[in-house]
């Protein structure tokens, strides 16, 4: 069985109906949105979403510098003053 991420979590019926009343009920937390009780989705707040994006982002940039600082040979020395 697949673990659920969420604290909460609610059937799809469930969100059909009233989808306004489970993320109130959830105060900004993930809902696991479960068929057959197996979790099919997760409905995460906007902001929470917007958040995780950015992180994502930012892990992308880290792994390019990662990968750009294993062959120094062709960087080049800049002087923040010149910038």
């Not at 969100?15 to 995460?44: C, F, M, Q, R, W």
Request: hydrophobic fraction near 40%; proline fraction near 4%; charged fraction near 25%.
């Amino acid at each position: 069985m697949r673990q659920i991420l969420a604290d909460c979590s609610a059937s799809i019926s469930e969100l059909k109906k009233n989808p306004t009343s489970l993320l109130n009920e959830a105060d900004g937390s993930a809902i696991a949105i479960l068929n057959h009780n197996k979790p099919t989705a997760y409905l995460v707040p906007a902001e929470t979403y917007e958040w995780l994006m950015d992180v994502l982002g930012d892990y992308e940039l880290s792994q390019i510098i990662e990968s750009r600082r294993v062959d120094l040979s062709n960087a080049i020395e800049v002087n923040l003053n010149d910038l």
